[in-house]
């Protein structure tokens, strides 16, 4: 390690930083000459372990095979040594194997990491593309940063300078500050050793400041990820309205031409059958057309309010009157009529699918089970039935179309003797009419 005299420029911050090292090396030198012996090295085998379990769990087989062979046979030599009370060499081999393994999990961590922000900036790049949006500048990864060629003294000072990694891993840090204080601390005959941890420790506190620094940017892909895909749902969803429309034209312009083909097919009769036949066949061909299209535009307006609102639709049924959206007895506490949070997620998601539908009426009922009173169950019925539909007039679904009635333990659809029936007739249920949509 080079000393004072071999650096004749040194910055004040770089000067001040080899006082804080020598301070703490004097701490360290000071801490072994009042102790007449050191305990065995228990918790620095107990740490190594822990370095190497926890590298193996985080596939540093696949990322960092070299470092983490050696993590374990240093390991392997510290148990050994220790076997053979040589306390000394024991630790010394620990402290290297901890520091091979953190090494080898902070490497698996850089390759994972790496992989992720490539996958999110591809996705982001293939999303433009398709909504043809111009090319967004391309983040520089931290993780590509390189690392100073110099000695691990100097590399940690850079580090501790470098504003795009300064707020990030501090324990790493204090770590290779501290390998840094051992080296100065050391004798020549195991100075060698010394270096070789400090070495080690300062590319652990490199490298996990750069994964650190690329997840917190990778957050920020991440959001825009998301509100480029709630763009491609809206753009598709328009696609398949306008398609729906088109088709619906169509369907009317065919239906005149039918009418006109009928009037001048009045005077043959053979004639006006053929005719009417072959209408026939090309009117229920266009309805399946219109009917798929419809179709196609109510599944991709279901999947954009479900990514505005982040959660799922209601399950739905086909009824008598129309689609009948199911809210479960779980919606609300217990004798309560206020939404739980993932039910009014869920109620908000089918306000923006109704909105985008544009549905003219929507009835909403509420329904209890038997137990208890009945005018009670009949007043918290309406409560919940209420609090529905101010959740879907929250979402933008116009009130003036929203009717809410509570019809308590009217018209159970199972059994109120059992736990599961009575649940099942716990319910609020949105009803919205066929052609409405």
Request: with cysteine; charged share 25%.
């Amino acid at each position: 390690m080079p000393s004072h005299r071999t650096v004749p420029h040194m910055r004040p911050s770089f000067a001040q930083f080899r006082q804080t090292l020598h301070a703490a090396a004097a701490g360290f030198a000071l801490t072994l000459a009042g102790c007449a012996s050191l305990p065995p090295p228990t918790a620095e085998l107990d740490a190594a372990r822990q370095a190497v379990a926890r590298a193996d769990a985080a596939d540093a087989d696949q990322y960092a095979q070299a470092d983490l062979a050696q993590a374990r046979a240093g390991l392997e030599r510290a148990q050994a040594a220790m076997a053979r009370k040589r306390d000394e060499e024991a630790r010394s081999a620990a402290l290297a194997a901890a520091a091979d393994a953190d090494l080898a999990y902070t490497l698996s961590r850089a390759a994972v990491t790496r992989a992720e922000f490539n996958q999110q900036q591809a996705e982001i790049a293939e999303l433009r593309a398709r909504l043809r949006m111009p090319a967004d500048q391309r983040f520089d990864n931290p993780l590509d940063l390189p690392a100073p060629a110099a000695t691990a003294e100097i590399r940690l000072q850079a580090l501790e300078a470098d504003p795009r990694l300064n707020p990030f891993a501090q324990f790493e840090r204090l770590q290779a500050r501290q390998a840094l204080a051992a080296v100065l601390a050391s004798s020549s005959r195991n100075r060698p050793a010394a270096l070789m941890q400090a070495e080690r420790r300062v590319g652990i506190a490199e490298q996990a400041a750069r994964i650190e620094a690329a997840r917190r940017l990778a957050d920020t892909l991440q959001r825009e990820r998301s509100e480029l895909l709630v763009e491609a749902s809206r753009r598709d969803a328009e696609t398949a309205r306008a398609e729906a429309e088109r088709l619906r034209m169509q369907a009317q312009m065919q239906a005149e031409e039918t009418a006109r083909l009928r009037a001048a097919a009045d005077a043959e009769s053979s004639a006006r059958q053929e005719a009417e036949a072959v209408l026939v066949g090309a009117q229920v061909d266009q309805s399946a057309r219109v009917a798929a299209a419809r179709e196609k535009e109510a599944g991709l307006a279901r999947q954009e309010a479900e990514l505005v609102a982040g959660a799922k639709l209601p399950p739905v049924r086909k009824g008598a009157q129309g689609d009948v959206f199911t809210l479960a007895g779980d919606a609300f506490g217990s004798g309560q009529a206020q939404l739980t949070a993932n039910a009014s997620a869920s109620v908000r998601a089918l306000g923006v699918y109704l909105k985008t539908m544009k549905a003219g009426s929507v009835q909403v009922i509420g329904y209890t089970d038997s137990q208890g009173e009945a005018a009670a169950n009949q007043t918290l019925s309406r409560r919940r039935a209420d609090a529905v539909k101010a959740g879907l007039a929250d979402a933008g679904l116009a009130a003036a179309g929203i009717s809410a009635q509570g019809k308590g333990e009217a018209e159970p659809i199972a059994e109120n003797t059992t736990a599961a029936g009575r649940a099942k007739n716990r319910r609020v249920e949105i009803i919205v009419p066929s052609k409405t949509l």
